[in-house]
């Protein structure tokens, strides 16, 4: 069952985002990662997102976490904590019932 990385947040300061982006594209890739949604021009119909969406789907939630806890990405992290408000999650993939 896949697991996905799911990231809601309004950049504060792209420049530094941008550092963000750069050093951890390749953990998500080191991670066999994938990122599926990335997008900052988000047409809100209800409630008061953020900014943005990130989505990176991952093998499994276990993967998802072992992205997110690595040393590659923690060493990373603060460029994001640092120039954006939000949060971050890891979610499993829906599976419907069978009848």
């Given amino acids: 069952m896949r ?3 799911v990231a809601n947040y309004t950049i504060n300061n ?3 985002y941008q550092k963000y982006v750069e050093a951890v594209m390749p953990v998500i890739a080191k991670y066999s990662g994938k990122l ?5 021009e988000l047409k809100k119909l209800e409630g008061s997102p953020n900014q943005g969406i990130v989505v990176v789907e991952f093998e499994n939630v276990e ?3 072992r992205f997110y806890n ?6 990373n992290k603060h460029f994001r904590l640092s120039s954006t408000e ?3 999650t890891i979610v499993k993939e829906f ?5």
């Fill in 63 to 65: 993967t998802a976490e």
């Fill in 14 to 16: 792209p420049e530094t």
């Fill in 70 to 75: 690595s040393p590659e990405y923690s060493e």
């Fill in 86 to 88: 939000g949060w971050v």
């Fill in 36 to 40: 599926i949604i990335g997008d900052f």
């Fill in 95 to 99: 599976v419907p019932p069978k009848h």
């Fill in 3 to 5: 697991g996905y990385l």
